[in-house]
């Protein structure tokens, strides 16, 4: 099996593309600051990325470029995935989960809100009041082109839904939404990814060492991959220790290992043995 990528080359592109903004004959002294920061700090730290806004359909990010890749047996590519994971260390899984969001491609965001995820408050959970009959209603007509690719991915919500979790706790938190609405009630069975942890309204409310605790939270209610956290070792250490304690099963690991392994193998991203002929 290929080693996987642990390096965001998306974000690395646009660390480039900041950089090359600010060199300019002008400001010659403050460019040298700037790189020399970059160089000591690894790529300037933790900075916060905003997603583009997509419209209702489904949307390429930027810079990605659409590849034709063969076409795989879904069943198979998912007999692939298992042997691959089951080869790995838990360390290696865990890798996976929170490096598995390389060459996004297309998503549907951000269930189970209208796909758009304004600016808000730094610190504050934005909140939705509609009930959980309200937002069943609208489901099928948001999201009635991820019911029939059910095995795509889905980027979570962080907005709040009180009437629906009983409590103010972000979508991609809540098992209610993420495991009971989206994937028992409307049969998803793709890769669930977090909203970016380092969104300003997340690490403006959860101090920057709670980053592992929104990560455990978010794989218990059911998602797959951890989308830019503040501190990415931080947050394998804690997913680790939380299976080590008995916490956490290592076959919940396994499971989004899987589905994230299966979408690569699907997508041409990770190699997989050729199917015998029948």
């Known amino acids: 099996m290929s080693k996987i990528n642990k390096i965001n080359i998306w974000h690395r592109k646009r660390i480039r593309k900041n950089t090359r903004l600010h060199l300019s004959a002008g400001k010659r002294i403050g460019s040298i600051f700037l790189i020399t920061l970059l160089v000591l700090t690894g790529c300037g730290g933790k900075e916060r990325t905003t997603l583009p806004k997509p419209s209702s359909e489904n949307l390429m990010d930027e810079e990605t470029t659409a590849v034709e890749v063969e076409e795989i047996d ?3 590519a998912e007999e692939q995935a298992e042997a691959a994971v089951n080869r790995m260390s838990l ?16 998503m549907y965001r951000y269930f189970p809100g209208d796909q758009t995820m304004e600016e808000g408050t730094p610190g504050r ?10 937002l069943r209603s609208s489901l099928d007509e948001r999201y009635s082109d991820m019911k029939e690719d059910g095995s795509g991915r889905v980027m979570m919500s962080l907005e709040a839904y009180p009437k629906v979790t009983a409590m103010i706790t972000p979508a991609f938190m809540s ?38 605790y929104l990560a455990i939270e978010a794989v218990k209610a059911g998602c797959d991959v951890i989308y830019q956290p503040q501190d990415r070792d ?26 994230v392994m299966k979408y690569r193998i699907l997508n041409g991203l990770e190699p997989a043995e050729k199917e015998e002929e029948k």
């Open 74 to 76: 879904p069943d198979y």
């Open 91 to 106: 360390d290696d899984k865990l890798e996976l989960m929170v490096s598995g969001y390389e060459n996004i491609g297309t």
């Open 125 to 134: 959970i934005p909140e939705c009041r509609d009930s959980l009959m309200t």
């Open 175 to 212: 098992y209610e939404i993420v495991t009971s609405l989206l994937r028992t009630e409307m049969g998803f069975e793709g890769v669930v990814y977090t909203p970016p942890l380092n969104d300003a309204r997340l690490s403006g409310k959860y101090p920057k060492d709670t980053d592992g």
């Open 234 to 259: 931080r947050v394998i250490q804690a997913l680790r220790i939380e299976v080590n304690t008995d916490n956490m099963s290592v076959d919940r690991i396994d499971l989004s290992a899987i589905r």
